[in-house]
């Protein structure tokens, strides 16, 4: 339990940084001593921007792939609709939703609605989150071959969370080069 403890504040002191660059929340409920409350801060800036990236991207270049080794931008959406079911409905304990599987979606509308439900599953998971269920020990199921793993309830939902930036960086990339303001830069510099 002590390694435990020790693993979570390592990863906070990192997430701390990171939230500090990415969130939209002011910086006295970004940083507070709350788990649970600063989880939630970097769960709602982070799905803010890919739903607003979403909506930006034109139709037409939800095809489009910067480069014929990477995934085209509804790949790229479809996957992060994928792991949002994923880790937000195995940190609260449900089934993962039975829906198409988003990752073969190409059309923007279906996939910009898949985002938003995949989100609002997890809005709910991040507000059922608190600093006494933070640290329930959950089961994560494995893929084929792997073995199942136990974590904690808040672990789960900052892995999606720090998951979540690491595809907006790539999806900034993707609006970029389609000539568009990534959501988050926009806000910056209306100072919203």
Do not use: W
Not at 8 to 36: E, F, G, R
Not at 121 to 146: H, I, S, W
Not at 152 to 172: D, K, P, Q, S, W
């Amino acid at each position: 339990m002590a390694r435990l403890c020790a693993l979570m504040l390592c990863v906070m002191s990192i997430s701390v940084s990171v939230s500090a660059q990415t969130t939209d929340a002011p910086y006295d409920i970004a940083l507070s001593t709350s788990l649970a409350s600063m989880t939630k801060s970097m769960h709602a800036t982070i799905r803010r921007n890919l739903a607003e990236a979403a909506e930006a991207m034109s139709a037409e270049d939800y095809a489009f792939r910067p480069t014929p080794d990477v995934r085209t931008f509804a790949q790229l959406i479809g996957h992060v609709v994928f792991a949002n079911y994923m880790f937000c409905a195995q940190a609260t304990g449900q089934p993962m939703p039975a829906t198409t599987n988003p990752q073969q979606l190409t059309d923007k509308t279906a996939l910009v609605k898949a985002l938003n439900d995949a989100l609002a599953l997890c809005d709910k998971a991040y507000e059922a989150t608190t600093d006494d269920n933070f640290m329930q020990t959950v089961g994560v199921r494995p893929r084929e071959g792997q073995t199942p793993v136990q974590t904690r309830r808040g672990a789960l939902l900052m892995f999606n969370v720090t998951h979540n930036n690491e595809h907006y960086g790539n999806i900034v990339v993707y609006l970029r080069l389609k000539g568009h303001v990534p959501p988050s830069t926009a806000r910056a510099r209306s100072g919203r």
